[in-house]
C-alpha cells in the first residue's frame, strides 16, 4: 500500500493547544479531524457567504501513464478575486468533489511528497464543472519485486480490515469519536499489520484523552511500518508535547521528517514543540518552512505569531493573527486568536513612546 493510500491532514483533528504566552491561556490548536478527513472528501469553507454560492467542481486524480488512481493527496483550490481557499482530499477512487464556489477562474494545486507539482487554472460557472488531473511520480522505478510485494500488501488488507477503516474514517468525519475508535480497533484486529489504523487509533484516543493508550497505538504503528510512517511519528511527538515533554518530543518529530522532510505539519508541530523549549528562533523558522510547502496553511501562521509574541514583536505578531483569521475565519481556534489580537494590539499600543 503506498503512503498516499492512508494520508490524512494533521489540519483535520483539533485536539491541543498552541501556546501564545501573553494571553495567560493555550490557543486551540487542530491536529487531525474538526474539519475533518471525511474519507468522502469535505471542503474548507473560508467565505463567509459560501451559504449563497452553488458552483462545484469535481475531480478525478490518476497515475500518468497507469490511469490508476491516487488516494489520498491533497487538492488545494485557490480563488484570490473571491477569497476562497479550499482543501480536499481524494478518496480510495482518486475522486473530489468541492461545492459552494461562486464562479470564477479558479487555480488547483497539488504538491504531494512522491510526485511531480502540478498547477492549473479552470474557470468555474454555474454549471457543475468536472475535470482529470494527472500526477507524474517523481520516485525512480520501483523493481517488479517491490511492486508485486505492495500489492501483496494490499491484497491482505482488503475486505473487511478495509471496510472497518473506511468506517472509522466516515465516522471521524462526524465527529463520532467513539465510533470511530471502534472500526479502527476491528480494523487493527482483522489485519495486526494494519499500521495507519493503529495511528488513527492513537490520534482518536488523544482526543478522548486516553493518553496511555494512544501511546501505545502510536508505537505499534511506528513498529509494524518500520519507522517509515511519517504520520505515526508526528503523532508521537503531538502527544509528547501535550505531556510537556518538548526534548523527547523534538526527537520524533524530527524522526518523522527524515521521512517525510516536506510536511507541513510535521514542521507546524516541531514549531510548536521548539515554542515549548523556549525557542523562537528556530520555532519560526520551522513555520516559515511548513508555509514553503504550503502557503495557506493557517496554522503555521499561529506558530508564527506567538513566536514574534515571545520576542515582544507585536506588530509581526497581528499579522500572524490576521492572516490566520483571514485563512480560518471560522477555525477551532478563531475565537481566541480574536482575544489574542486584542492583548496584542494593547500590547503594541503600550510599547509606543509617547
Not at 502540478?118 to 520501483?142: E, F, G, I, N, W
Not at 528556530?282 to 520576542?311: I, N, W
Request: net charge positive; charged share 25%; aromatic share 8%.
Amino acid at each position: 500500500m503506498s503512503h498516499e493510500f492512508a494520508r490524512v491532514a494533521y489540519s483535520n483533528l483539533r485536539v491541543g493547544f498552541l501556546p501564545i504566552r501573553s494571553l495567560k491561556f493555550r490557543l486551540g490548536f487542530l491536529l487531525i479531524a474538526g474539519s475533518l478527513l471525511a474519507w468522502t472528501p469535505i471542503a474548507m469553507a473560508q467565505v463567509a457567504d459560501s451559504e449563497k454560492a452553488d458552483g462545484k467542481i469535481i475531480g478525478t486524480v490518476l497515475l500518468q501513464g497507469e490511469n490508476r488512481p491516487v488516494t489520498q493527496v491533497a487538492i488545494n483550490l485557490k480563488s484570490h478575486a473571491a477569497g476562497i481557499f479550499r482543501s480536499v482530499l481524494t478518496d480510495y477512487d482518486g475522486h473530489f468533489e468541492v461545492s459552494g464556489l461562486v464562479p470564477g477562474t479558479y487555480e488547483i494545486v497539488v504538491e504531494e511528497s512522491g510526485y511531480e507539482p502540478v498547477r492549473t487554472k479552470t474557470q468555474l460557472d454555474r454549471s457543475p464543472l468536472k475535470m482529470v488531473l494527472y500526477l507524474m511520480s517523481s520516485k525512480p522505478a520501483q523493481t517488479r519485486t517491490k511492486s508485486y510485494t505492495v500489492s501483496v500488501r494490499e491484497l491482505r488488507i482488503s475486505g473487511k480490515p478495509q471496510d472497518e477503516y473506511r468506517k472509522g474514517l466516515e465516522s471521524l468525519a462526524k465527529k463520532d469519536l467513539v465510533a470511530s475508535l471502534n472500526h479502527f480497533s476491528k480494523a487493527a484486529k482483522a489485519f495486526p499489520e494494519y499500521y495507519e489504523a493503529f495511528y488513527h487509533m492513537g490520534m482518536v484516543e488523544t482526543a478522548l484523552g486516553q493518553m496511555d493508550e494512544a501511546m501505545q497505538a502510536f508505537q505499534k504503528s511506528i513498529d509494524l511500518s518500520g519507522g517509515r510512517y511519517a504520520w505515526a511519528q508526528f503523532g508521537l511527538g503531538y502527544l509528547l508535547y501535550l505531556q510537556n515533554k518538548a526534548g523527547e518530543a523534538e526527537t520524533v518529530i524530527r524522526r518523522g521528517l527524515d521521512v517525510d522532510a516536506n510536511s507541513p505539519d510535521g514542521l507546524s508541530i516541531l514549531g510548536m514543540v521548539l515554542l515549548q523549549l523556549n525557542r523562537p528562533d528556530e520555532a519560526e523558522k520551522s513555520a516559515r518552512e511548513a508555509l514553503l510547502r504550503k502557503p495557506d496553511f493557517a496554522q503555521a501562521y499561529l506558530v508564527l505569531s506567538d513566536a514574534y509574541a515571545r520576542r515582544h514583536e507585536y506588530r509581526e505578531q497581528l499579522q500572524g493573527l490576521d492572516t490566520y483569521l483571514r485563512l480560518a475565519p471560522n477555525g477551532a481556534a478563531s475565537e481566541r486568536a480574536r482575544q489574542a489580537r486584542e492583548v496584542a494590539l494593547k500590547s503594541l499600543a503600550q510599547s509606543l513612546p509617547n
